[in-house]
């Protein structure tokens, strides 16, 4: 079956430090990735995506690559901020199959970013 | 306005009890899904609809139940609550690409 392993958290930065949660991924497709981030008290909300091999998301500061020869998805911030303090979620979806039209998440990393 | 809502945001509940949570969206989608989320444990999927008339088990069903009223709304039940269901819920539509789009998640407490 399809899955997604996050590095373990939590991560903690200070202000303008470089930034990589590392994602790799199984899938029995051709999947989506996801990155989704969650701000306390709030659901989650998608940061970026790519949908095919060597497509770069890119969002508010954020990169990801779709690496497939290395199934791997990984988050990159140049400069973090305070404010990007929150839960990050990656995530694929495959539509082949039983997995058709669902996410499967990572189990999170807990970013703290501290002046 | 919130594209999904959910209610209600939070819940104490007692053993035994029946509670219902419901979800509603104003995007148009046709797929509706509910997850919990645990610390550490990311978001399972519950129950997901991909249209009125269709819904399927996820992955952590047993003790749950859905009601597809409408496109636009979604409830999940829990029909005798019991303490390992304490959780965050969150409730998601997604469209044809599979970008899904969450609610504000309800805080659920059942002692």
């Known amino acids: 079956g399809n899955s997604v392993t996050q590095m373990e958290g939590p991560v903690t930065l200070s202000e303008e430090a470089f930034l990589t949660i590392n994602c790799t991924y199984t899938?029995?497709?051709?999947?989506?990735l996801f990155w989704y981030v969650q701000y306390p008290g709030e659901g989650l909300q998608l940061l970026l995506k790519?949908?095919?091999?060597?497509d770069k998301g890119s969002n508010k500061g954020f990169e990801a690559t779709y690496r497939k020869e290395t199934t791997s998805f990984h988050l990159e911030k140049g400069s973090v901020q305070v404010s990007d303090s929150a839960v990050y979620f990656c995530a694929l979806s495959d539509f082949l199959g039983t997995s058709y039209g669902k996410l499967t998440f990572g189990q999170g990393t807990i970013l703290t970013v501290h002046p | 306005d919130a594209d999904v809502t959910q209610t209600p945001r939070n819940r104490i509940t007692k053993t035994g009890k029946r509670i219902m949570l419901e979800c509603s969206q104003t995007k148009g989608h046709d797929r509706m899904y509910w997850y919990r989320q645990d610390p550490g444990l990311g978001l399972r999927l519950i129950y997901y609809?991909?249209?009125?008339?269709?819904?399927n088990k996820g992955e952590i069903s047993d003790g749950y139940s859905v009601s597809r009223q409408a496109q636009a709304k979604f409830s999940l039940s829990l029909e005798s609550a019991i303490p390992n269901q304490t959780a965050l819920y969150f409730c998601a539509t997604s469209d044809p690409s599979d970008t899904q789009y969450f609610g504000p998640g309800t805080r659920l407490t059942v002692l």
């Open positions: 899938a029995t497709g051709y999947p989506s």
């Open positions: 790519a949908t095919k091999a060597d």
């Open positions: 609809s991909f249209d009125v008339k269709d819904i």
